[in-house]
């Protein structure tokens, strides 16, 4: 991009009025979307102070009061690389920052505007003892017009922070409520992205819409204008290669729209992703009071059938999942080099996108991603949200700020605001679904990634499925596409993952697959381990292969790019360094898919309108009274443990669901590595059309009926899932009294068993 020197020169201008270039972190220009000459960064050190009491305010801290101790902005105090490194050690509530600063000359008679990236989770700023704002939410950027507040020479500013997940109306993504462990890390509190100061004119433009339209050869362009001043006239003017191909000029205020048709038609694509360069300019009269530059890329994202194309041609999206997190800065990148590495190694591997999981990454990673052709499904963190409706307007206020920020990176194909969602966000998704089409009807919308799907029309969908065994895991999807009759649906009362598990003919994707573990020392990986690295090559080339060789896939999504912390399931340690021989991941990653070659689908699913009346003959913990207690033991029993005549009077009496004390969804603790449960329950001895298990397990599960094994499940699954055992069941079954035997094994993380036996 033309643009990019500049963007450095500015930087390096701007900075060198608060301290040497190398005392300050993170130097880059946050927004190379949005960016003007006249800016400097606030990044650096801060006063800093953790409010125990949350008496700050009566004390005063508002303005004129040191606080006691130093921070490095933008890092959080959690994060080593703040110069605290708290860790998880103290759960921070209320914090403070202080900072002087002064005003260079290059802004005096401008407007200035007080940038923060990202600080989670509701903050207050004053400067020089005044309000100059409120924002609420942990993710996106927000400013406010400080020009009234400021005075000649220096200039104090305080931040205010509350960062409270204990009241579930916060969203906090992957971040530990307590510790560190299972798949949730180190918590971020506070400044976590870059915080800056920028000079604009009387009327400047606050934010633009930049809609490419590759088929007409243009692009289209809406500006808003902030400001009132007469005779307004704003030019926006298209670079390639550093020669204009095109502009368009338009008078008034506020709203703006432009149109650019464009002279050299140069497409954005993965494989080559070229960027026009934008320059807007406002003018008030003949004056030029406002100048912005950003860029764009000329490309377009359709659905056709089962399809997701890129200008027209189907691009099979190989996906990494990418947490975001780092060993020394938790959230935050320690450097612009490094959010540009990850994408690298990324690539390096094959993989030519990622699902930014549980987390809004910043604005300069989504320009890498924009600059080196990556494919992106933006997320948000809605891990630790309750779905309360008191919740709802701060959640659907900070999803708007999101799409309106980051809707012009071309990079960005799909968007999904929710993850592993349960019933009770059904309302909330289908809110925020309804809100991303409004805003951008340009882009794909999944309402959540896996198990609760609740959009009647959807246009994509997706599954998660961890399942270890490469032979079973392509025979599943491979029927799941085999164009016979659609089964039985699960009843939504066990969670609405029926949704996942029926095709409509429309893309589908596996979401999250892999995870597979290895050096998981002190942590874990998913399911049970390879125990060599040949073992390991085997099962992801069959895991990949399944995907690749099924044309019905849009694409998929590997756990994940780097171990995060005691998850160790990642391509690379969580230092970055490779755990693997690249080449050879490259080379399984990268063959040509099915799905490029375009090779036939499966047909229009046909589907089954008349669904079983389901009886429950043994009830999950959603069944209610229909659940009774088990017998349960965590040591071995003998060999006949599971048969009718097993004497199970000493055993411990407890309701499923059995699993660790941290899941707060269990009833009975259990945090062993196995769990035998018995009970009996009876049957009336009438015909049997339908036979189901719908079982929510982690990990490896037997279960038996009268001593006959009707379903083996392995690895886990985080939510209900039906199994047809309709011959098996009709096999063991008897009238009266049975008895249902279950053993699951648990090798690393979480420990979770609950069933339901059900019956038409």
């Known amino acids: 991009m033309t643009g990019k020197p500049l963007t450095l020169l500015a930087a390096i201008l701007m900075m060198a009025t608060v301290n040497s270039i190398a005392e300050v972190p993170r130097p880059e220009h946050p927004r190379p979307d949005m960016f003007r000459e006249n800016w400097m960064t606030l990044n650096g050190e801060w006063q800093f102070e953790i409010d125990r009491a949350a008496d700050g305010e009566n004390r005063g801290l508002t ?15 959690e994060s080593k690389l703040s110069g605290i490194g708290l860790g998880n050690s103290e759960r921070l509530k209320d914090v403070w920052y202080r900072r002087m600063f002064e005003v260079p000359a290059t802004m005096k008679g401008k407007r200035i505007l007080l940038h923060f990236g990202g600080v989670d989770y509701k903050t207050w700023v004053y400067i020089n003892g005044k309000p100059a704002g409120l924002h609420i939410g942990g993710n996106t950027a927000f400013c406010f017009d400080i020009t009234r507040l400021l005075r000649d020479g220096s200039n104090e500013m305080v931040v205010k922070v509350l960062d409270d997940m204990s009241t579930g109306l916060q969203p906090s993504g992957k971040q530990a409520r307590n ?64 020669k204009k191909t095109g502009s368009d000029t338009t008078t ?69 999942l990418d947490q975001g997190f780092y060993p020394d800065g938790i959230w935050t990148a320690p450097t612009d080099e490094a959010l540009k590495h990850d994408i690298e190694m990324c690539m390096a591997c094959g993989y030519n996108g990622a699902r930014l999981h549980q987390k809004v990454f910043e604005p300069r990673f989504l320009y890498w991603a924009d600059k080196l052709g ?59 679904w309804n809100v991303t089409k409004a805003i951008d009807p340009t882009r794909p919308a999944l309402e959540t990634s896996g198990w609760t799907h609740t959009i009647p029309y959807p246009e ?13 895991f392509k025979k599943h999807w491979m029927n799941f596409f085999s164009g016979a009759p659609q089964g039985p649906v699960l009843p939504q009362r066990y969670g609405n993952h029926s949704a996942a598990n029926v095709d409509l003919g429309i893309p589908f994707m596996v979401s999250e697959i892999g995870g597979i573990g290895w050096a998981t020392e002190g942590g874990w990986g998913y399911g049970s381990g390879p125990k060599t690295l040949d073992e390991l090559y085997v099962r992801y080339k069959g895991t990949i292969d399944a995907m690749l060789d099924n044309p019905n896939f849009f694409g998929f999504c590997y756990t994940q790019l780097t171990d995060i912390e005691q998850e160790k399931n990642g391509l690379y340690y969580y230092d970055r360094k490779p755990k693997f021989d690249v080449k050879k991941i490259c080379e399984i990653t990268s063959r040509q898919a099915a799905y490029e070659r375009c090779e036939p689908v499966a047909p229009q699913p046909v589907t089954i309108s008349a669904q079983p009346q389901w009886k429950v003959l043994v009830g999950a913990t ?69 036979g189901a298990i719908i079982i929510c397990h982690d990990e490896d599960t037997d279960v038996y009926i009268n001593g006959q094994k009707v379903l083996e499940v392995k690895s886990f699954i985080g939510h209900y899932q039906m199994h047809i055992v309709t011959d098996r069941l009709k096999k063991a079954l008897k009238k009266g009294l049975n008895t249902i035997a279950i053993h699951t094994h648990q090798t690393t993380g979480g420990q979770f068993i609950d069933l339901a036996l059900l019956a038409d």
């Open 63 to 77: 303005s004129g009061k040191d606080l006691n101790s130093k921070i490095i902005v933008p890092f959080c105090p």
């Open 179 to 242: 510790k560190s462990e299972g798949c949730v890390y180190t918590r971020t509190t506070g400044i976590w992205q870059p915080v800056w100061l920028e000079a604009v004119g009387s009327s400047f433009v606050e934010n633009i819409s930049v809609l490419p339209d590759p088929d007409n050869s243009r692009v289209l362009i809406t500006a808003k204008i902030n400001g009132m001043d007469k005779n307004l006239k704003l030019t926006a003017e298209a670079f390639a290669d550093g």
């Open 252 to 320: 008034g205020p506020w709203q703006n729209q432009l149109v650019l048709e464009l002279k050299k038609k140069k497409l954005w694509e993965p494989a080559s992703p070229f960027l026009y360069d934008l320059k807007l300019t406002l003018f008030s009269d003949k004056e030029k009071i406002d100048e912005v530059t950003s860029y764009f890329g000329l490309r377009k994202v359709t659905i056709d059938g089962r399809k997701i194309l890129i200008n027209d041609k189907p691009v099979f999206q190989r996906l990494i």
């Open 374 to 432: 990556y494919l992106i499904w933006g997320e948000y963190p809605n891990w630790g949200f309750n779905y309360k409706p008191e919740g709802y307007s701060a959640y659907i206020n900070e999803w708007t700020e999101i799409l309106l920020r980051d809707r012009n990176h071309p990079s960005i194909v799909g968007w999904c605001p929710f993850n592993e969602s349960g019933n009770s966000a059904g309302e909330i998704q289908q809110i925020v």
């Open 460 to 472: 994509v969908r997706d599954a998660h499925d961890y399942n270890g065994n490469p032979e079973t």
């Open 622 to 690: 959603q069944d209610g009274k229909l659940s009774t207690p088990y017998k349960y033991v965590t040591e071995k029993p003998s060999d006949d443990w599971m048969t009718e005549a097993f004497d199970d009077h000493t055993w411990k009496s407890g309701l499923a669901p059995f699993g660790r004390e941290e899941n707060r969804r269990i009833h009975t603790p259990w945090t062993t590595s196995d769990i035998y449960l018995r009970k009996t329950f009876e049957y009336n001895g009438g015909d049997i059309k339908n």
